[in-house]
């Protein structure tokens, strides 16, 4: 049954696609290819609607048509995939209370005083709401708990902004979207908000657990939610996981209304929705959401 009715709606993962071809913003491009592909495998029944958005005007109406009242953006630096954080914050600033962007960083690329410098000055002078760590994605792929990560992690702690970690089923190597590993984050740093972006998916026990252990750890699987086993996520939200677990559409590879529908439909208590859906959001990021 459905649940939700006119409450606010935080979209935990959510990237313009006009930001890089990547996300699907070059026609007649490998990627873009890719990003249809990647829709029609996790079930979007439009795999085309991430051309509607052009600009920033267009994504925040594709967020409206969605009932969605802010969106998380997490972009990304990796290999092959270098957004900036300057411009990611340019988009957050045509709307700054509904569009959050959340820092990205290679410690990899930039070594690690870098990437310490670079992170301290995408949140405190741009203004960006997070940093984002795509471990297993890096040049030199790494586990959550890598030596290298942890400056980053203490550093968001001491700013008291989330972490967010990037995992699933599309790390190059599938030895390093270990669960296990964000065990040993969350207990080093228990004041840090560590939110797991794609959940472990396909390893859904493994991060449910890690979630029991660890109240400071956030589920957010996304797309994966709707892909087989990802019942087990909700089976923990309406119990123990429900102060840690949180809707995202993944957009652009999977329509923000699919996304806010399917979610309504998925068996989530009343009060689990609620949780999920921007409670939860305004405990990791300090705010209120209530319209």
């Avoid at 991430?50 to 267009?58: E, L, Q």
């Avoid at 900036?84 to 820092?103: C, F, H, I, M, Y």
Wanted: glycine letters at 8%; proline letters at 7%; hydrophobic letters at 45%.
């Amino acid at each position: 049954m459905a649940v939700g009715g006119n409450q606010p709606i935080v979209d935990m993962r959510s990237r313009p696609a006009f930001l890089h071809k990547f996300f699907g913003s070059t026609p007649n491009t490998p990627e873009y290819d890719v990003v249809r592909w990647l829709n029609k495998r996790v079930g979007s029944r439009d795999i085309d609607h991430f051309t509607r958005a052009r600009d920033a005007a267009g994504f925040i109406a594709e967020m409206d048509e969605a009932g969605i009242s802010a969106a998380v953006m997490v972009a990304r630096s990796v290999p092959g995939v270098r957004v900036t954080n300057d411009a990611l914050a340019e988009v957050a600033s045509a709307a700054p209370k509904r569009l959050l962007g959340v820092a990205s960083v290679d410690p990899i690329e930039l070594g690690p005083e870098g990437a310490l410098e670079e992170a301290t000055r995408a949140i405190r002078q741009l203004g960006l709401k997070g940093l984002n760590l795509d471990a297993g994605f890096y040049k030199e792929h790494l586990k959550a708990n890598d030596d290298r990560l942890m400056p980053l992690y203490e550093l968001c702690q001491t700013l008291e902004v989330p972490a967010f970690i990037m995992s699933g089923p599309t790390t190059p190597n599938l030895a390093f979207n270990d669960p296990f590993a964000v065990d040993v984050v969350a207990k080093t740093f228990p004041r840090l908000k560590l939110v797991c972006s794609h959940g472990f998916y396909p390893r859904v026990h493994d991060i449910v657990t890690v979630a029991f252990r660890n109240e400071n750890v956030f589920v957010s699987p996304d797309m994966y939610t709707f892909a087989p086993g990802g019942k087990l996520y909700v089976e923990a939200a309406n119990g123990f996981m429900k102060d840690q677990f949180l809707f995202g559409s993944s957009y652009p590879f999977r329509p923000m209304r699919q996304g806010v529908d399917d979610f309504r439909n998925l068996g989530l208590s009343a009060d689990a929705f609620a949780a999920a859906t921007y409670l939860n959001a305004g405990r990791i990021f300090g705010v209120s959401f209530e319209k």
